[in-house]
Nanobody, 123 residues
């Protein structure tokens, strides 16, 4: 079965960086969209960035210029490099596989989810 395991979260100060990892198994890596989402306390889950099956990338407006995704196909892993972190980036970060090759930034379009990794950014 499909499994997604996130890691790399932690606590950093504002302006710092973190690199999150999402390691996938149980399906052909790259065959469907693989996305990063986040959910802050009391807020809805929102899309952060995603990798299309054809290699294209898409980012939420708040992530553009600060976050970068990169795949390691040999390791079935998708990385999320986060720079210039802000306190408002504090959230649980999840990766998920899309139901299709598309990458809609809405959680309902994604089927399999990891357990999440916590990111805390202090001011």
């Amino acid at each position: 079965q499909v499994q997604l395991v996130e890691s790399g979260g932690g606590s950093v100060q504002s302006g710092g960086s973190l690199r999150l990892s999402c390691t996938a198994s149980g399906y052909t890596f790259g065959s469907v969209c693989l996305g990063w989402f986040r959910q802050a306390p009391g807020k809805e889950r929102e899309g952060v960035a995603a990798l299309y099956s054809d290699g294209r990338e898409t980012y939420a407006d708040f992530a553009k210029g600060r976050f970068t995704i990169s795949p390691d196909n040999a390791e079935n892993t998708l990385y999320l490099q986060m720079n210039s972190l802000k306190p408002e980036d504090t959230a649980m970060y999840y990766c998920a596989t899309s139901l299709t090759r598309g990458c809609p930034p809405v959680p309902v379009a994604y089927k399999h989810w990891g357990q999440g990794t916590q990111v805390i950014v202090s001011s």
